[in-house]
T-cell receptor
Framework: GAVVSQHPSRVICKSGTSVKIECRSL??????MFWYRQFPKQSLMLMAT?????????EQGVEKDKFLINHASLTLSTLTVTSAHPEDSSFYIC??????????????FGPGTRLTVL | AQSVAQPEDQVNVAEGNPLTVKCTYS??????LFWYVQYPNRGLQFLLK??????LVKGSYGFEAEFNKSQTSFHLKKPSALVSDSALYFC??????????????FGSGTRLSIRP
C-alpha cells in the first residue's frame, strides 16, 4: 500500500531558530501534498497545499513567509518553520495525494512530527 | 462550503458493547466520506470510506459506517467494542470535484474510551 513518511518524528528547538520537516511518499509519486497542523485535543487544520514544481497554496490566515513549503520532487515536500516561537509548537502532519483518476484521488497520511519550541 | 460535524467530544462504552460515533456533513452534491483513527502521537490511519454503492460500508478492525443521505449522516459503528479501540476518531468529507487538489475537511474529532 501507499506509504508516507515524515522526518523527524519529534524535534525540540530554541525560539528563533528554523526547523525543516520532510514529507516523503515512499512508493508512489505525488504531485500534490498537503500540510496540516493539529493542536492538542483538536482537529487537523489544513495549512497549505504543496504542488510539485510550483508555489504552494496557503489557507487563509497561514503566513507563507513563516511556513515555507518546497515541493522540489514528486516524492518530497518540505515544511520549514522559520524563526520558530513557542506558539508554533504543534503536531504537523503531511499527506500525499495518490492520483487514481477522476474522483478517485486518495490521500495518504504521514505519521506526524511533534514540534516543541522552547 | 463543505463541513462536517462530530457532536460528541467523547464517547464511553464498556468492552463488548456496541459503539456508535456520530458524524453529520454538509456539502453541495454527493460527497466522499471518510473515517480515520488516530492513536496518541501518531498520524491518521484510514478506517473506511464511502464513495458510492451500498450505504453500509465495512472497514478495518471490524468497523463499519452507514451513509444516510436523508439525514446527511455517516455514523461509525462496531458491534462489539475492544479496549484497544480507544483512540481519537475523525470523520472527514471531500467533494467530488475532479481537481486533484480537492481538500479533505475534518470534523473536530471524538475521543472513544472503552472500559474493561
Amino acid at each position: 500500500g501507499a506509504v508516507v513518511s515524515q522526518h523527524p518524528s519529534r524535534v525540540i528547538c530554541k525560539s528563533g531558530t528554523s526547523v525543516k520537516i520532510e514529507c516523503r511518499s515512499l512508493d508512489f509519486q505525488a504531485t500534490t501534498m498537503f500540510w496540516y497542523r493539529q493542536f492538542p485535543k483538536q482537529s487537523l487544520m489544513l495549512m497549505a497545499t504543496s504542488n510539485e514544481g510550483s508555489k504552494a497554496t496557503y489557507e487563509q490566515g497561514v503566513e507563507k513567509d513563516k511556513f515555507l513549503i518546497n515541493h522540489a520532487s514528486l516524492t518530497l515536500s518540505t515544511l520549514t518553520v522559520t524563526s520558530a516561537h513557542p506558539e508554533d509548537s504543534s503536531f504537523y502532519i503531511c499527506s500525499a495525494l495518490l492520483a487514481g483518476g477522476p474522483g478517485r484521488n486518495e490521500q495518504f497520511f504521514g505519521p506526524g512530527t511533534r514540534l516543541t519550541v522552547l | 462550503a463543505q463541513s462536517v460535524a462530530q457532536p460528541e467530544d467523547q464517547v464511553n462504552v464498556a468492552e463488548g458493547n456496541p459503539l456508535t460515533v456520530k458524524c453529520t456533513y454538509s456539502v453541495s452534491g454527493n460527497p466522499y466520506l471518510f473515517w480515520y483513527v488516530q492513536y496518541p502521537n501518531r498520524g491518521l490511519q484510514f478506517l473506511l470510506k464511502y464513495i458510492t454503492g451500498d450505504n453500509l460500508v465495512k472497514g478495518s478492525y471490524g468497523f463499519e459506517a452507514e451513509f444516510n443521505k436523508s439525514q446527511t449522516s455517516f455514523h461509525l459503528k462496531k458491534p462489539s467494542a475492544l479496549v484497544s479501540d480507544s483512540a481519537l476518531y475523525f470523520c472527514a468529507v471531500r467533494d467530488r470535484g475532479y481537481s486533484s487538489a480537492s481538500k479533505i475537511i475534518f470534523g473536530s474529532g471524538t475521543r472513544l474510551s472503552i472500559r474493561p
